[in-house]
C-alpha cells in the first residue's frame, strides 16, 4: 500500500462524499479512483452500466425495478 498525495481541496470533497456514503475517507477515494479507471477503460459506457456491469461481475442479484 502506498501514500497518494492530492490537494487539500479534494481531500475535502472527497471527505464530504464520504460522509454522504457512508463510506471512510479512503473507501471513498478507492471507490472514485475505480469508476474513473473504469470509465477510462470503457468510454461508451455510463456511470449506472459501469456500477450494474460489477454488480454482475460479482454475482449480485439485482431486482427488477416495476415502474408504476
Known amino acids: 500500500m502506498g501514500i497518494v498525495k492530492i490537494s ?3 481531500h475535502e470533497e ?11 475517507i479512503n473507501a471513498q477515494a478507492e471507490f472514485w479512483i475505480k469508476m474513473g479507471m473504469l470509465a477510462e477503460l470503457n468510454p461508451t459506457l455510463s456511470y449506472t452500466e459501469l456500477v450494474q456491469e460489477q454488480m ?9 425495478v416495476i415502474s408504476t
Open 8 to 10: 487539500d481541496n479534494l
Open 14 to 24: 472527497i471527505r464530504k462524499a464520504s460522509t454522504v456514503m457512508s463510506r471512510s
Open 56 to 64: 454482475r461481475a460479482c454475482k449480485v442479484t439485482m431486482p427488477e
